[in-house]
């Protein structure tokens, strides 16, 4: 496959160096973000699915998603998708966000 088709996600066969197995604490925003997912998927009648999760990571633009955490790429695909789906709406959450950010 050559590198004009390959998607950012689809790392298979490229030299990036060693795999780090270092293990971290999970923070308590990523297990927060965990949980979203697990609700939103979970349900009778889910919201997402892991696919759809994973198909919200992988459409994120290159240059966003070489910068991301593993959960930050989760927060943007739920984000997203949410949104898309019409659960959340964008104005809402950026005028939630700036609220949140006057109180720090």
């Known amino acids: 496959m050559s590198d004009d088709i390959r998607q950012q996600h689809d790392m298979g066969g490229l030299d990036k160096g060693p ?3 270092d293990e971290h604490e999970i923070e308590p925003w990523e297990k927060r973000i965990e949980a979203i997912m697990r609700l939103c998927s ?3 009648d889910p919201i997402l699915t892991v696919d759809e999760l994973r198909r919200g ?3 994120l633009p290159a240059e966003l998603y ?3 955490t593993y959960y930050e790429r989760w ?3 739920l984000t997203n998708i949410l949104v ?3 659960v ?3 104005t809402e ?3 939630r966000v700036r609220e949140l950010e006057a109180m720090e």
Do not use: A, H, P, Q
């Open 57 to 59: 990571i992988e459409e």
């Open 42 to 44: 979970m349900r009778e």
């Open 93 to 95: 959450l950026e005028e």
């Open 75 to 77: 927060i943007m695909s």
């Open 84 to 86: 898309e789906k019409g």
């Open 88 to 90: 959340v709406n964008r």
């Open 19 to 21: 795999v780090t197995l």
């Open 66 to 68: 070489d910068t991301l």
